[in-house]
């Protein structure tokens, strides 16, 4: 099942939010106005959206709260990613030029800045004081997560539990409140729990699939150049499985390759091969379809609906997309 199918349920929700996003962003200011054409013109799959819609509509319906939920959640993450490509010092992302490369890493901060401020003027808009409440406290995650990436992004490192908190904190944390947030607006408060826990594992599966992909999948398909966190010195978890596993010799070469970030011809084929020889990608995807499953027994508690089917179908697709 592709995403068109799975957004079906809400697919007129979707419409209404793109008209939202413009109506909300408009402004009298032309440059800034610019920026915010760059970023409605340049959207991904909206999966963070999505999920609050299909999360209010399996948890029986709500009011125009979801929008603007939904709204927010998506524009905490694009302020996000124009802070990450900052960080990284990207080049292309959604297949156009970061802001920072077309205009300047001031302009994206502030931009950046910009998106956060207008997510929450919406949340504001929202009576139940929980919602704003799980959005903020997923965006202090997200922040203190950026911290200890860069922390532990100096050295190369074996330490799994690391990782896992640097992903909760980056990205799943974010699903986790959307998921919940959907069910706190429909007024469906056990609901909302088994989203949230639905949203934080289906959340680690996507970002673990979506590191093993930066290692094996195209450009075009990812969105972004590939092996771009891996050059980046991000440590993912198949470079850190294969550091525990791999023998004495072989862990030296690999952390050497690691520190160096591949700049030379033939080295990050080097890597890949160290890496498939010690099982690095076929590790990673086993745990994020164990998260997956995990994922999908949250949603028990749900009674039958569309949205609830499509929320399942997610946990197919979170793995089967790096396939």
């Known amino acids: 099942m592709d995403l068109a199918a799975i957004y079906a349920p809400i697919q007129d929700d979707l419409d209404r939010l793109t008209e939202l996003l413009e109506r909300e962003l ?49 524009l905490i993450h694009v302020a996000s990613l124009i802070h990450d490509d900052v960080i990284d010092e990207a080049d292309t992302r959604r297949g156009a030029a970061t802001v920072n490369v077309r205009w300047s890493n001031q302009i994206a901060v502030l931009l950046g800045d910009y998106l956060f401020a207008r997510a929450f003027d919406l949340l504001s808009r929202v009576r139940d004081a929980d919602v704003a409440l799980a959005l903020a406290r997923a965006s202090v995650e997200m922040s203190q997560a950026e911290i200890m990436q860069i922390k532990y992004g100096a050295e190369p490192h074996d330490d799994e539990e690391v990782y896992l908190r640097i992903i909760g904190g980056k990205t799943a944390h974010l699903f986790s409140a959307a998921c919940r947030a959907g069910g706190l607006a429909a007024g469906n408060g056990p609901a909302a729990e088994a989203l949230g826990r639905f949203g934080l ?44 596993r791999a023998a004495p010799a072989d862990r030296v070469r690999l952390l050497a390759l690691l520190r160096q970030g591949m700049q030379v011809d033939g080295q990050m084929e080097e890597v890949q091969q160290l890496l498939g020889r010690y099982q690095g990608v076929p590790y990673a995807l086993e745990a994020a379809a164990a998260y997956s499953r995990r994922a999908l027994a949250a949603l028990s508690p749900l009674p039958a609906s569309q949205a609830r089917d499509s929320l399942r179908a997610l946990t197919d697709f979170v793995v089967v997309r790096s396939r």
């Not at 760059?38 to 819609?53: E, F, N, Q, S, Y």
């Not at 590191?211 to 398909?221: G, V």
């Open 26 to 74: 408009v402004t009298p200011d032309p440059f800034i106005g610019e920026l915010v054409r760059h970023v409605l013109d340049t959207p991904g799959k909206m999966i963070r959206p999505a999920l609050v819609c299909l999360s209010a509509q399996a948890s029986g319906g709500a009011g125009v709260a979801r929008l603007w939920i939904a709204a927010a959640v998506e």
């Open 201 to 244: 594992e289906w959340g680690m599966a996507f970002q673990i699939t979506d590191d093993a992909l930066d290692l094996t999948s195209r450009a075009e398909a990812l969105g972004k150049p590939i092996h771009s966190d891996i050059r980046g010195g991000k440590v993912t978890l198949p470079v850190i499985h294969a550091l525990r």
